[in-house]
């Protein structure tokens, strides 16, 4: 099984559907444990599934941003905190092709990295700032030196840390008021992960810390100069959604087999012919559309598009991941609901979960940021 082999998305939807299952087999232990997916990020580097967004000037198969999210999608239905952590390597490649912010020769650098197994992810937020969605400006410092930069700083919530071989950090450039991105290869002197991820939710994704000390990069790492003003619209970040809606979608199947299958005293037959039961799966299949049509027309959408008509697909990003995410919560709820008391066990998956799908309420963009864009977007003339 090897994704670079596959022409079709069908074949590769396939292809996830397969692996998805055994990745569902080990979520239990990764999660009571609090430890990290190491089999599944391996599998998913041997099969080639890292490398499909790499554009196909460097030989990758340059997916859509469609098939990105019903990819993530499947292997959220598996395990959600693969799926979250794999998501950010997949979509920054994504990212960085569409946005051709880097320099050419830097860009290529990376994607060969990552033809050879190299894993990515960005570290932006801080323990004084917070997401950098909200506008903080990072205390983590990066002082030119001779050739070289020497970057200082700790950043929060570095997703995949345990396995990452680049990290993309923003610092404040020392003497000016701007911000830059820095690529920093995970053996650089000065470079260490301090274990401090304890959540409930997504235990599994190694979100600890990135510690730098003195770490020296030399000046062509410096890939990128933030421009605060004028964000541009991020399609990628719909890997985010996707993962919620594919744990939704795990906690339907199980409840709906849950009640095919208990059989109390009480009644003749299985709980899912009582009109109360058929009342809940009703509303977890109908909650569920809406979210597919309202995710997969958002993506579509993006795909089609033109660089200006993205330009202007914020709001709709935003009240993708805004629906989907709670729309998520809502169908795991109901879901537990049918399985009553048996899915508070630390055995039974619909609590996990349950606390999975609740990390969604602070990834970005947050909510209330999303409602706001969409009052300033209906009141635009």
Excluded at 116 to 138: D, F, H, Q, V, Y
Excluded at 285 to 293: D, F, G, H
Excluded at 304 to 318: F, Q, V, Y
Excluded at 349 to 359: E, I, K, S, T
Aim: overall charge neutral.
């Amino acid at each position: 099984m090897d994704f670079r082999a596959v022409e079709t998305m069908e074949k590769r939807l396939e292809l996830m559907r397969n692996l998805s299952k055994k990745f569902l087999t080990r979520a239990h232990q990764v999660d009571v444990e609090g430890s990290f997916p190491y089999e599944n990020i391996q599998e998913l580097k041997d099969v080639g599934y890292t490398t499909l967004t790499i554009p196909t000037k460097y030989e990758g198969k340059e997916i859509s941003l469609y098939e990105f999210i019903r990819l993530q999608e499947i292997i959220a239905e598996g395990d959600g905190a693969t799926a979250l952590s794999i998501g950010w390597h997949m979509g920054i490649i994504f990212n960085l092709h569409e946005k051709n912010s880097w320099n050419e020769s830097m860009f290529k650098y990376l994607c060969e990295r990552v033809k050879s197994g190299a894993l990515i992810n960005s570290a932006a937020t801080e323990p004084n700032t917070g997401s950098p969605t909200r506008g903080g400006k990072p205390e983590t410092r990066a002082e030119k030196r001779d050739q070289n930069w020497v970057i200082n700083g700790r950043k929060t919530f570095t997703t995949m840390s345990p396995v990452l071989d680049y990290f993309i950090v923003s610092a404040t450039i020392n003497d000016s008021d701007n911000i830059g991105n820095f690529l920093i290869p995970r053996g650089t002197k000065g470079v260490s992960i301090d274990e401090t991820w304890d959540s409930i939710s997504l235990r599994g994704t190694g979100s600890h810390d990135l510690i730098l000390e003195d770490v020296i990069v030399p000046k062509e790492f410096l890939v990128e100069r933030l421009v605060i003003e004028g964000k541009r619209a991020n399609g990628w970040l719909l890997h985010i959604p996707a993962c919620y809606l594919g744990i939704a979608k795990a906690a339907k199947r199980y409840a709906i087999e849950f009640a095919k299958n208990y059989t109390p005293n009480s009644i003749t037959g299985a709980i899912i012919e009582l009109p109360n039961i058929q009342q809940k799966i009703g509303e977890i299949e109908l909650k569920l559309m809406q979210a597919e049509y309202f995710l997969y027309g958002v993506a579509k959408q993006w795909d089609l598009s033109n660089e200006e008509e993205r330009s202007k697909l914020g709001p709709a990003l935003g009240a993708a991941k805004l629906t989907v995410t709670n729309t998520a919560i809502s169908v795991v709820d109901l879901a537990m609901r049918i399985v009553g008391a048996r899915s508070l066990s630390i055995s039974n998956p619909l609590q996990r979960y349950y606390r999975d799908v609740r990390a969604g309420l602070h990834n970005p963009p947050m909510d209330d940021a999303t409602i706001q864009l969409l009052a300033k977007y209906s009141t635009v003339d």
